[in-house]
């Protein structure tokens, strides 16, 4: 078998373990489960206990591979790249609220090559390996081919890092664009959402590499488009993020600042 391969197979069942630990942490949530990392912004028991989880399996798995998780920060320096966010959504998951996601991307000289996202009480596993399509549960999946701004959904999250001003412009501009918009605390639901077709575009002013990094490697390979050229900048500090499905990027471009 070759590596490549292996490291797909590895990262879905990782993913699909660290979801079923996640799922089964929460009922037995006790007083000091959820902890405040600032305004609404939290971080459970089982956010820290699947990111260990995750970053011991590939330790013993590819001792070789460098690591980033949201949770623990960076581990190894090499050019074999995990990325996870252990829980994306924790406001939603600590809730009960079904839009959450384990994440685990791997990269190899800052190219994506896998993108696993995990979202466990939607039951779906989803993946995607540098030009070989995007899948969830194994069946092929394509962005939407809407074109027709009156007929297209625009996925938004809104970041902290960033004014609230800003966020409802792009409201304000999407709605004069005669579109609509879903905002639903989950980056990864988001891009998986365009992914699957549901939705056409995903925007938010400020994404993290482990949020943003599986999802996009989804949408490419489900025939979508993307404002990045690379990782870089989702790793050295973060980035905008606006993906689609190629359809209406010009009128996404127009009223959304990228610069
Ligand atoms: C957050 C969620 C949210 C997005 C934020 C992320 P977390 O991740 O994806 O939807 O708007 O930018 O930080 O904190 O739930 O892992
Ligand atoms: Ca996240
Ligand atoms: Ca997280």
Known sequence: MNSEISRLEFAKSLALE???????????ASNGFIKSKGLQDFVTEADREVERL??????????????????????????????VDPIDGTA?????????????????????????????DMGNLAWAKLGDGAY?????IHVSDCADPAMALIMLGRSSRRSVESYLNVVAAIFDAGMEYR?????????????LGRAESYYEAHVNAWDALAGILLVSEAGGTSNHDGITAFLECGSKILVGNGHIDAQLQAIIDLS
């Open 54 to 83: 995750i970053r011991s399996r590939i330790a013993a798995q590819f001792p070789g591979d460098a690591f980033l998780g949201e949770e623990g920060g960076s581990q190894g320096d090499s050019t074999s790249l995990w990325v």
């Open 183 to 195: 905002r639903n605390g989950a980056a990864t639901i988001g891009l998986l959402a365009v992914a």
């Open 136 to 140: 969830v549960d194994d069946e092929p």
């Open 92 to 120: 939603n998951y600590m809730r009960g609220l079904p839009d959450w996601a384990v994440s685990i991307a791997y990269c190899e000289n800052n190219v994506i090559q896998i993108g696993v996202i995990c979202a466990p």
């Open 18 to 28: 660290a979801g079923k630990l996640a799922q089964d942490m929460r009922p037995k």
